[in-house]
Nanobody
Framework: QVQLVESGGGLVQAGGSLTLPCVASGIIFAISAMGWYRQVPGKQRELVAIMFSGGSTNYADSVKGRFTISRDNAKNTVYLQMSSLKPEDTAVYYC?????????WGQGTQVTVSS
């Protein structure tokens, strides 16, 4: 079993920055990908950024150039560095891990960007 714990969310003004860490624990030995998704009420959860085991990354068009995903393998931690935040970035951000065909989710952390 795998557990994911996100942190770092909060209230920030537009134009500000936040970094979200996600720590993975449990039986971890063959991660295919780790990433971040976000969801606002009434909408589907959407991909924000993902990093594959080989190091390649994908970003949502809406965050390209503003967000950066990175990973510390020694700490089993993935980070989402967010800058130039906009009110439309307001959402609950969820950490995601894929291992051997199974998908795991964290509990989510709220990010609120005020205008």
């Amino acid at each position: 079993q795998v557990q994911l714990v996100e942190s770092g969310g909060g209230l920030v003004q537009a134009g500000g920055s936040l970094t979200l860490p996600c720590v993975a624990s449990g039986i971890i030995f063959a991660i295919s990908a780790m990433g971040w998704y976000r969801q606002v009420p009434g909408k589907q959860r959407e991909l924000v950024a993902i990093m594959f085991s080989g190091g390649s990354t994908n970003y949502a068009d809406s965050v390209k150039g503003r967000f950066t995903i990175s990973r510390d393998n020694a700490k089993n931690t993935v980070y989402l560095q967010m800058s130039s935040l906009k009110p439309e970035d307001t959402a609950v951000y969820y950490c995601n891990l894929i291992q051997l065909g199974s998908t795991y989710w964290g509990q989510g952390t709220q990010v609120t960007v005020s205008s």
